[in-house]
Every structure is written in structure tokens, then in C-alpha cells.
């Protein structure tokens, strides 16, 4: 089972960048496909970002697009997310996870990071 540690979140005002970091364990990392997930007070989990096992496949959704990218480094068995000019709505506690058929998460989710964008 693959158990994920997430970091990287802070407080960061409109404009400003921060990169997210996924720590994963489990020898097998580089055969999963990985995404990034956040949820805002109040509404649903939602899909970010997903890279494929080999780095080489990413998807997006639509908010984040030109502002967000999704990166890996098998060797260290992590996950990350750049994410530039931030906007307040991108505030959200932010999950990395294990991905099936592009963007479904499927497996464990860990603590999260928080990100908080004020205006």
C-alpha cells in the first residue's frame, strides 16, 4: 500500500508561487500513476494534476492550466506540484495519491497540505 506524506503549503498572497512535495513509500512508485487532488472548505475532493509512471503523461484540469505543473522523481520516490500565480480560489487543502484511468484516486490519502492564497 502506498502511503503518501505531502508538504510544501503555506500562506502566500495572489501572484506569488509555491511547490508541493509528495513523499510516497513502497518500492514500486514508479509504476503508478500519481495526482494531485484538493478540496476547499465546503465542497468536494477535486482533481488537479496526474503524471504518468514514467513522467512522460500529465493532465490538468482546466483552472490550473499554464499555472500548474506536475513533475516526479522516481529515484526519490516523490511527487511534485509547481504552482505559480496563485490565485485565492487555488485555497485548498492539497492530496497527492495513486491515480487509475487518468484522474480517479485509488488508494490511501494522506494528511495534506494546506495552501492559502489571500488576495
Known amino acids: 500500500q502506498v502511503q503518501p506524506i505531502e508538504s510544501g503549503g503555506g500562506l502566500v498572497q495572489a501572484g506569488e508561487s509555491l511547490r508541493l512535495s509528495c513523499a510516497v513509500s513502497?518500492?514500486?512508485?514508479?509504476?503508478?500513476?500519481m495526482g494531485w487532488f484538493r478540496q476547499a472548505p465546503g465542497l468536494e475532493r477535486e482533481f488537479v494534476a496526474t503524471i504518468s509512471g514514467s513522467g512522460m503523461s500529465t493532465s490538468y484540469t482546466d483552472s490550473v492550466k499554464g499555472r500548474f505543473t506536475i513533475s516526479r522523481d522516481n529515484a526519490k520516490n516523490t511527487v511534485y506540484l509547481q504552482m505559480n500565480s496563485l490565485k485565492p480560489e487555488d485555497t485548498a487543502v492539497y492530496y497527492c495519491?495513486?491515480?487509475?484511468?487518468?484522474?480517479?484516486?485509488?488508494?490511501?490519502w494522506g494528511q495534506g497540505t494546506q495552501v492559502t492564497v489571500s488576495s
Open positions: 495519491n495513486t491515480v487509475v484511468l487518468v484522474t480517479t484516486p485509488s488508494g490511501s
Open positions: 513502497g518500492r514500486t512508485f514508479s509504476s503508478y500513476r
